[in-house]
């Protein structure tokens, strides 16, 4: 089920909030739990299964950590439960993902299961993960209610696209939370927010960018080319943040405080400021559990840097079960570590819009690996971004393309940037009265004129 | 309190849109109609099967069935494509919406250059070499009426094919529909919502072919007493863009009309007359003239002409066969897209002889679409 589909918005969210609501405080995590499992099951009830054993295999193990703590067999009990989940993860996950490499480099005929991915199988297990680790680690203790455990993992608001959230932060409000009318009316604010993102931008931009990814490269100009990356850019931008806007709204619908996910990343002017603005929950789950792990005590500058792409390969290998996905995670991670060699350094005496120019050059080329299915596709692409295939500089596909789509890139790019905020902000700075109220009627007015056309996109366009 | 009253505000805005869209969605039935592409609406639930439970089928058919049930949809989409016209939107489904209410079908640069240009042109080399055949190629709307095209829109030079043409196969075989349309651009000579000419496009056709043809006699054809057999017509470009404009008509020659012709389709069906009555109240009314899907029709028009006619064409061909089938005592018709035997044995059969003139019929993007 998607947060932007009619059967979300219409039939299992209001059923979903007014039962939330009704019941008292003691059942809210009942509703919870149920709401959640009938997501997850909408879509493919088998889906449930790895999300179950999942979770049973973390509680469980973090007992036994918890009980072993200090002792040797705490450690194997770690790398047990880190087995278990990987290999679901493996299992579930990227088996087809094996399967086709193994075809393709090994020429095996192997046939994939054409079981679908199950959704949120990467955040759930990285949840499960952190949680026994944490465990080990004595940062917090082991739940030993095992409908609150699997309250907390199967919470459908942040499974979806995330942030991803650790037990220790939701411990309290599982056990006792207030849902407040301002809490209430914030986070119907976000999910509007969300919304908008996902069905008037990113939805938009990604029809721009399938029109401009069914034309033959050969008869493609430059700008076109660059013109479907910025598409694309939106297109994965808004979705992945207008779903972790749904999620944190959702969050304070219910009683809970989700950490942000994203700040405004087209706005970095170092590939270095773009991981602390993207998906900042996965970038510090990646930190905490893996990297400092694997690199914390090791000596000498090479270890280090090796663990650093590995953890950026694998922060590729995160995003899509794809060679793709882990050269953009390897892209990423080789430019991440020359900032901090001495590129920052030498960014950082630089004008920041040189900086920011470098920066999003960077990302784009990022873009190309995520965006394309194959090697040979990225590389054609690449080809045609800069000018060594094609027809030429600009034709009238750009022209057309952008005069087409040009209210979705300028809002696109006023939304991508944190310009919208900053009008805010400024409003409210105003020492004049009218500044302030009309701020305040901005804010009042917008949640509802995003949602009216939200809907009516979602309605309008169709299945 | 202040704050308390500003939450509420917030708040009861959205939730009171939310539900009202509940309410919509809840207890107003949609009805039965068809989609803007033509798929039938889902108007009974999806049945239920453990099957499809397990696989998640069941899941995608109850979330289309709820989108297509939607009350007023049909109103929710004019919406957001106006909406999205005002923001400058112009091409839908491989539709351009261009300006006088016309619509075009998208015929991009990259879909028709290369391959299906050369291997176009080496076939009317050799049809015209083996066959003394002569080519009337009719350029599509959204060359002729390029002024009605959105700004900067893609559109293959179709010009610049007839002229290639023109080149390879010589001025004596080569028929210059496009400088006759071209001339008439002004006048109502393609149908606005559909890939067609009108019968007045096929007339200027047909007067393209007769100053070419050599023919002493030429039948006298009058635009204004053309009978109009459907009053509101949306042709299929309507369908897929999803865009509503103004309905047109589709008219035929009077002088046409009952004739005592015999029409023979793929050598079953036998029918009279040029048009086919049934297709005017069906998703297909362009089928009216000559019928639509067959792979060749034998006309034998019971006159005392001596020569026949052997067509290689498309659906433009079916507009114009009526007004140039006077000149001839049989005609045959051939339209590759549907034939599904060898085109060449066809005409090794019926095209060559000394009564037998052989005409390519076709539009420039459906000959090149047979290359695709």
Known sequence: MEFGSVVFLLRFLPIFLITYYLVPGRMKNVILLLGSLCFFSWGSPVCLMPLLISAGSSYVHGLLIERHLGKPTARILLVSAYCFDLVLLLVFGYAEFFIKSANEFLGTKLIGSGFPVPLGITIYTLQGLSYVTDVSRGKCKACRNVFYYFTYLTMFPQLAAGPIVRYQEL?????????????????????????????LLAD??????????????????????????????FEVYFTFSGYCDVAIGLGKCIGFDFPENYDHPFAACSITDFTERWNKSLMRWMKDYVYRPLAGEKKGLFPKLFFMLVTWALIGAWYGPDWTFVLWGIWIGFLFILESLFLGKILSTLPKVVGWCYAMLAISVGWVLLAMNDLSDAVTYFQV????????????????????????????????????????????????????ALKRLLEKIYPGVFLLASLVYLIGRGW | MEERRNDLFTLGIPAAILLAFVIMD???????????????????????????????????EYEKYLQDRFYNLDRWSSIVQTAEILTGKREYNGTYVGKRQTLFAVHSTGEYSGRPVEQSLGFLEKIVTDYHAKVMLIPTSDEIWKNRLPLYADSFDQKGYLDEVQKRIGDEAYVNVYAKLFEKRAEEIYYRTERAWTSLGAYYGYQAWWERSGERLSYYYDPER??????????????????????ERISVFEETVGKEVSVN????????????????????????????????????????????????????????????????????????KYYRGNVWSLLENYGSGKNVDVLVLESVTGLLELYQ
């Open chain 2, 226 to 247: 053309r009978k109009a057999v459907l009053n509101r017509f949306s042709g299929s470009l309507v369908k897929a863009s999803g865009r509503e404009v103004l309905p």
């Open chain 1, 171 to 199: 411990q309290a409000p599982l056990r006792e939370r207030k849902v407040e009318l301002h809490q209430v009316s914030e986070g119907f604010k976000r999910i509007c927010i969300g919304l908008a993102k996902k069905i």
């Open chain 2, 26 to 60: 809840a207890l107003f039935q949609a009805g039965i109609f068809a989609k803007a592409d033509g798929a039938p609406v889902n108007y009974l639930k999806p049945a239920y099967s453990t099957g499809k439970l397990l696989n998640g089928q069941i899941f995608d």
């Open chain 1, 204 to 233: 938009s931009a990604g029809m721009l960018w399938s029109s401009i990814v069914a034309m033959k490269p050969e008869g493609m100009s430059l700008a076109t080319a660059w013109l479907g990356m910025l598409a694309y850019a």
């Open chain 1, 385 to 436: 971004m800069f000018g060594a295939k094609g027809v030429g500089m600009v034709d009238h596909a750009f022209f057309f393309l952008a005069s087409e789509n040009i209210l979705t890139l300028i809002i696109g790019g006023f939304f991508a940037l944190p310009i919208f905020r900053g009008v805010l902000d400024r409003l409210d700075a105003s020492k004049n009265g009218m500044g302030i």
């Open chain 2, 265 to 336: 389709y793929d050598g079953k069906v036998n029918l009279k007359g040029y048009y086919r009555q049934e297709y005017l109240d069906s998703d297909n009314p362009m089928g009216y003239f000559l019928g639509d899907g067959f792979g060749l029709a034998k006309i034998e028009m019971g006159n005392q002409q001596v020569r026949s006619l052997f067509v290689v064409g498309d659906s433009y061909a079916n507009s114009m066969i009526p007004l140039i089938a006077p000149h001839y005592q049989t005609i045959w018709l051939v339209n590759p």
